[in-house]
């Protein structure tokens, strides 16, 4: 039995709340049908959303509908289905789409002449058939009109409860039938709020405790809908009571499961079972560990397959190998590979092979229908490949010299990856190349870590809406003003490395803040404020010279040699010299540059700026080594222009 030909259940997060993994309100059960639209995902191969099931009318179960017809109008082929209770349908149409919040889309044609949506009322009991795939309504003791949910593949069953209260009507469901394997039950509020949870109609951790101890030992129970408040109370509640229990899970955004649960024959591990995709700063923490380990190793086997476990968890891979080139045998070699001992093939020969010859990066979400796949180890390794990234590996002459390559994403109801995971396999085959050159020298060891910090840096100012070039230039700027400071060559090129990830704490700062086209607020301010301690957090964890360096650097950069900054207040030489200079350059920089909020300034006008706030905002050697050095700054930022 295969598990990437079986069908699965994904979990998404919801679209109104921050917390994507904590606030979960969808679940996508074939590629084109979803239980409810807090957020619905997006279309991949023209698999559009066309079934949605409403378990009750709250916000963030329902507000993604509205916005999904609203951004791929012109690209739906059909219409979109909304199966509700009676109840569910009526407050849909009087307080959604009512052509005051949104426009009754039951009235507008998509550009083939069908109604965008349509509602169809259904009730408990009720069973339809979605893709292979049964849906049945089940009540749920929430508001009113609201619904779980049962889904059925041959004889195995998932049971969603949906937001509900206690009533034994869910035990004796559950003892009843026979067929459901799974529970996913709502918990949202820890058992000393029980007032509130049933006020509310909500379970809470000893409620779903006593619900577990009455139902068939073989049920596997996972909770979902954590309220993000309550969340450490309830974790700390859900491990005292042993829920979940083996293979069950605390359900996170990417989430998946099997209908299946006979996992000795589908070979899968619990520890696959319970992967999920991370937000943006878990996966910088990943990258920032698995540089870590790297920079303490001169195996390069092994840190190749650090660099594979970094890209499986950061897109949720389920394999990755790693693939160079043998010129005397005419072949390419996996140096690396999950799952099985060394591959070769001929040269040319495969997706691996295309990217040899094209230097070209493929992503390939069906691999049977390319012509170039060859399915030669599938066969032989009894893997079913459902799809492909496979970036190139270039050397420092810009030569092909290998391949990184990752299979079957593990969190998509199709495995199917997407562009954003390209992002994380260029970093790995970046890193792959330098390790492969010359892992045994400790300067080509610091040269990755340099390039590994830049990547990572300029992920940070993508998210912010900068350009990655304006961290290379803060780099270039700083180490120009080291050098006129008379810094030592160690010195110099440690803020070379450091600069660059002044600002990766913005990592952890709302877009809304980042990407506002106007002044901050004093309240968004003081938001912004925390990327400085957000970052060193980050990177202070990490041993190293240039690692320490590059924390100081995060959380001082934005004080101010008379004490007027932030975060701490410090003045004058309390604040190291490397964050003096660095908060120079970044101003120098961000003035010069075209922003969302604001054109760049003229030259003249930033000198005038940097002289005028001398021994007020910068250091008064730092803007003379700056006057000293402009032409050279200057020449960087055409060198580097954006």
């Not at 070209?360 to 990234?389: Q, V």
């Not at 100081?552 to 004080?559: D, G, W």
């Not at 120098?588 to 007020?616: H, M, N, Q, T």
């Amino acid at each position: 039995m295969d598990i990437f030909t079986r069908p699965r259940i994904v979990f998404e997060g919801s679209s109104v709340s921050k917390y994507l993994s904590d606030n979960l309100t969808c679940i996508q059960f074939t590629n084109n049908a979803v239980i409810d639209a807090g957020y619905l995902p997006k279309p991949k191969a023209n698999n559009f959303i066309e079934h949605i099931f409403v378990s009750h009318t709250h916000l963030d179960h329902i507000c993604a509908i509205a916005l999904y017809v609203d951004n791929f109008f012109q690209y739906l082929k059909n219409t979109i289905t909304i199966y509700a209770s009676k109840e569910s349908i009526q407050t849909l149409k009087e307080h959604f789409f009512n052509d005051k919040i949104w426009p009754d889309f039951t009235k507008i044609n998509l550009l083939n002449n069908k109604p965008a949506i349509s509602f169809q009322e259904i009730n408990v009991g009720e069973k339809l058939l979605i893709n292979d795939i049964y849906i049945e309504a089940v009540k749920s003791f929430h508001t009113q009109g609201s619904f779980g949910f049962i889904l059925s593949y041959q004889n195995n069953s998932i049971y969603f409860t949906s937001d509900t209260y206690y009533d034994d009507e869910i035990v004796n469901l559950i003892n009843k039938r026979t067929d459901i394997k799974q529970v996913i039950a709502d918990v949202s509020y820890d058992s000393s709020s029980h007032m509130l949870a049933k006020d509310a109609k909500h379970l809470t951790p000893l409620i779903l405790k006593d619900i577990q101890d009455k139902c068939r030992d073989d049920v596997i129970f996972h909770v979902y809908h954590i309220k993000y408040a309550y969340k450490d109370l309830i974790e700390k509640e859900l491990k005292e009571f042993n829920i979940p229990k083996e293979y069950g899970m605390i359900v996170q955004n990417g989430s998946f499961m099997y209908f299946d649960t006979d996992f000795d024959k589908l070979g899968v591990s619990e520890k696959l079972l319970k992967r999920h995709n991370l937000d943006q700063e878990q996966k910088l923490q990943s990258i920032l560990e698995c540089f870590s380990e790297i920079s303490k190793s001169l195996d390069s086997k092994a840190n190749l397959r650090i660099l594979g476990e970094m890209v499986k968890q950061n897109i949720q891979a389920d394999r990755c190998s790693v693939w160079f080139i043998d010129k005397d045998k005419n072949e390419y070699y996996t140096l690396h590979a999950d799952g099985v001992n060394e591959i070769r093939v001929p040269l040319g020969k495969g997706i691996v092979g295309q990217v040899f010859l094209t230097k070209e990066a493929i992503l390939e979400n069906n691999p049977s229908n390319n012509k170039h796949f060859d399915s030669t180890n599938d066969k032989k390794t009894s893997y079913t490949t459902k799809s492909i990234l496979a970036m190139p590996i270039v050397d420092s002459n810009k030569e092909v010299i290998g391949v990184f390559q990752a299979l079957n994403k593990l969190t998509d109801i199709n495995n199917n990856f997407d562009k954003d995971d390209l992002n994380y396999v260029a970093i790995a085959a970046d890193y792959a190349g330098k390790i492969y050159e010359g892992m045994q020298k400790q300067e080509e060891i610091l040269n990755t870590q340099k390039d590994l910090i830049y990547s990572i840096a300029e992920m940070v100012e993508t998210k912010s809406e900068e350009t990655g070039n304006h961290v290379k230039r803060v780099g270039k700027i700083s180490e120009i003003l080291a050098k006129k400071l008379k810094c030592t060559k160690e010195e110099v090129e440690i803020i070379a490395y450091a600069a660059p990830t002044h600002d990766i704490g913005k990592i952890g700062i709302p877009d809304s803040i980042l990407h506002k086209p106007a002044a901050l607020n004093p309240e968004e301010f003081k938001t912004m404020q925390k990327h400085s301690q957000i970052g060193y957090d980050m990177l202070s964890k990490f041993k190293g010279k240039v690692m320490q360096m590059a924390a100081i650097v995060a959380l001082e950069h934005h004080e101010k040699y008379n004490g007027l900054g932030y975060p701490n207040g410090l003045k004058g030489e309390q604040i190291h010299l490397f964050a003096r200079i660095v908060a120079l350059a970044d101003v120098f920089d961000a003035l010069a540059s075209k922003r969302c909020y604001k054109d760049a300034w003229p030259i003249e006008e930033i000198e005038k700026y940097i002289v005028d706030k001398s021994g007020s905002h910068f250091d008064p050697k730092v803007v003379q080594a700056f006057l000293d050095s402009k032409d050279e700054i200057y020449k960087v930022r055409e060198e580097l222009s954006d």
